[in-house]
C-alpha cells in the first residue's frame, strides 16, 4: 500500500483534534512536517514530526499532500500555493471566503491535477448518516419538512481573536453555518431560494453569532438549519418530517467529545447506546410503528479514507468542491436576505 507524506499547516484545536488522530489512527498517511509560526505544540502529538517557521517549507518534493488547518483568512493563498506546487489538498471548512475564490481554486487543482478536498466531516455526524440511510429506504414518504441545529452556550466572544475580526469568511455563519448547510446540500440536493435571519447578540461583537436560515425546495421541502452562542439547554439536534412519519434524534453526534477525551478512533470507537438513538415514528405496510432506530455505524475516518481512494485510486470524491463552491454562494445569499429581510433565488 503505498504511504501518503503529509504536510499539515496549523496546530490548533482543528489540526489536534480532527486530523491528527485520524492521520496516526491510519497507516496510509505519514505526517512529515508541521508549519507553526512560534510553538511547537505538535512535537508533543507527532514527536518525530518536523515543525517548520514557513508554510513554503511544507511545499517540498517529498510531500504528497497538504492539510490546512489555519484560520480562514488564510485558506484562499495557502490553498493556492499548495495547488500550484503540484501538491493535493484538504482544507479546513469554509474552504474560502467568496464562491468566487472558490471556484478559481477549483479551476486551477483541475489544471494541475491535483485533488482539493474541503473538510465537512459533520457529513458523517451520526444523525446525518442515519438520515440518509432513512431517506433512501423511503421510510417516511415524501419529506415536507427538516430542521438541523448546533447549539452552543458562551457568555463572551470567541477567545480565538481571528474569529471576531469581522472580515469576510468570519462569523457563526462561516463556522458552524458552512456545516448545516453543507449537510442539507449533502441530504436533499440543492435547494431554490433562501431566506435567512442573521443576528449579532453578544456586547460589541461584530461577527455574527446567531443565525435561522430557511432553504426551500422545488418539492416544497423547507429545511431550517439553526444556531446560536446562547443555547444552555440544547434542544432537538435533529427533526425529519416526511409525509408517512418522523425520525428525530435529540442528542448531538458523539465524536468531537469523544476526540476531546482522547480517545483513539479506531474500530466501533464513536458507537452510540441505544439511549442515543433517533426515534422513528412512522407507517409501514399500513402498520404505525414508532421504536428506537440504530444508527449507522460511521465516522470522521471515513472521509480521510475516502481521501486517500481519491488521490491513489482516483476514485470520486464523496465532498465535491464544487459543493462547497455551492454552500459558499447560500451564505453569501442568506447573509444579503438577512440584510433586506426578503427571500432571495440561488
Not at 428525530?248 to 474500530?267: F, H, M, S, T
Amino acid at each position: 500500500m503505498r504511504t501518503l507524506n503529509v504536510a499539515i499547516a496549523g496546530s490548533g484545536y482543528s489540526a489536534r483534534l480532527f486530523h491528527i488522530p485520524f492521520l496516526k489512527a491510519n497507516p496510509a498517511f505519514q505526517v512529515k512536517k508541521v508549519y507553526e509560526r512560534s510553538t511547537n505544540r505538535a512535537a508533543e502529538w507527532l514527536p518525530e514530526v518536523k515543525i517548520v517557521r514557513e508554510f513554503e517549507q511544507l511545499l517540498s518534493e517529498d510531500i504528497d499532500l497538504v492539510i490546512i488547518t489555519t484560520p480562514n483568512q488564510t485558506h484562499y493563498d495557502m490553498v493556492k500555493q499548495a495547488i500550484l506546487a503540484k501538491k493535493h489538498v484538504l482544507v479546513e471548512k469554509p474552504l474560502v471566503a467568496t464562491s468566487a475564490q472558490a471556484t478559481e481554486l477549483i479551476t486551477l487543482a483541475q489544471a494541475n491535477n491535483v485533488v482539493l478536498y474541503v473538510y465537512q466531516n459533520r457529513r458523517w455526524d451520526s444523525h446525518i448518516a442515519t438520515a440518509k440511510q432513512i431517506l433512501a429506504q423511503n421510510l417516511l414518504g415524501e419529506i415536507v419538512d427538516c430542521e438541523i441545529r448546533i447549539d452552543r452556550y458562551a457568555k463572551s466572544k470567541n477567545a480565538k481573536v481571528w474569529k471576531e475580526t469581522g472580515e469576510q469568511g468570519t462569523g457563526l455563519m462561516y463556522d458552524l453555518g458552512v456545516h448545516l448547510i453543507d449537510q442539507a446540500v449533502y441530504l436533499f440536493g440543492k435547494p431554490q431560494a433562501v431566506f435567512a435571519d442573521v443576528r449579532s447578540q453578544h456586547q460589541d461583537s461584530v461577527v455574527d453569532d446567531n443565525f435561522d436560515v430557511h432553504l426551500y425546495y422545488e418539492n416544497g421541502l423547507k429545511v431550517a438549519l439553526l444556531a446560536s452562542k446562547y443555547v444552555r439547554e440544547s434542544s432537538t439536534q435533529f427533526t425529519l418530517h416526511g409525509k408517512l412519519g418522523s425520525y428525530i434524534k435529540a442528542r448531538a453526534d458523539n465524536q468531537e467529545n469523544l476526540l476531546i477525551q482522547g480517545v483513539n478512533p479506531v474500530n466501533d470507537w464513536n458507537k452510540e447506546s441505544e439511549q442515543d438513538w433517533g426515534i422513528l415514528h412512522t407507517e409501514i405496510d399500513g402498520e404505525v410503528i414508532r421504536q428506537s432506530y440504530p444508527n449507522v455505524q460511521t465516522g470522521y475516518q471515513a472521509l480521510f479514507a475516502n481521501l486517500y481512494a481519491a488521490i491513489v485510486e482516483n476514485q470520486p470524491l464523496l465532498v465535491q468542491p464544487e459543493q462547497a463552491a455551492f454552500v459558499l454562494h447560500i451564505i453569501e445569499q442568506a447573509i444579503e436576505s438577512a440584510k433586506i429581510g426578503k427571500k432571495l433565488p440561488l
